[in-house]
Nanobody, 113 residues
Framework: QVQLVESGGGLVQPGGSLRLSCEGS????????VNWYRQAPGKEREFVAS????????NYADSVKGRFIISRDNAKNTVYLRMNSLTPEDTAVYYC??????WGQGTQVTVSS
C-alpha cells in the first residue's frame, strides 16, 4: 500500500536550518508529484511546497519562498525540504503528500530559543 514516512524534524533555534525527508514506498514514486504541508497548533493545514514527478517544476508558498528548497531523488524514493532562516512562525507539524493521495504521519518542527 501507499506509504510515506517523514523524518528530520526537531528543535532548532531561530535562524537555523533543518532538512526534512519524505520517503515513499508501495507505489511508483517517480510518477507522482509530492507536496509538503504544515499545520501549526490551532491553525489549518497549509501548503508549503511542491515538486513535480521528475523534479523540474517546483512551487512554494509565499511565506517560505527564498528560504525553503524542495528537491527529490527518485533513485531513493525520497523528497527533501531544506528549510533555512527558520523563525518561530515555522513551528508546525510537517506532512508530505503524494499525487496519488498518500499522506505521511508528520514530523514536528519547533523553532525556539
Amino acid at each position: 500500500q501507499v506509504q510515506l514516512v517523514e523524518s528530520g524534524g526537531g528543535l532548532v533555534q531561530p535562524g537555523g536550518s533543518l532538512r526534512l525527508s519524505c520517503e515513499g514506498s508501495g507505489f511508483i514514486f517517480s510518477r507522482y508529484a509530492v507536496n509538503w504541508y504544515r499545520q501549526a497548533p490551532g491553525k489549518e493545514r497549509e501548503f508549503v511546497a511542491s515538486i513535480g514527478s521528475v523534479g523540474r517544476s517546483t512551487n512554494y508558498a509565499d511565506s517560505v519562498k527564498g528560504r525553503f528548497i524542495i528537491s527529490r531523488d527518485n533513485a531513493k524514493n525520497t523528497v527533501y525540504l531544506r528549510m533555512n532562516s527558520l523563525t518561530p512562525e515555522d513551528t508546525a507539524v510537517y506532512y508530505c503528500n503524494s499525487g496519488n493521495g498518500g499522506w505521511g504521519q508528520g514530523t514536528q518542527v519547533t523553532v525556539s530559543s
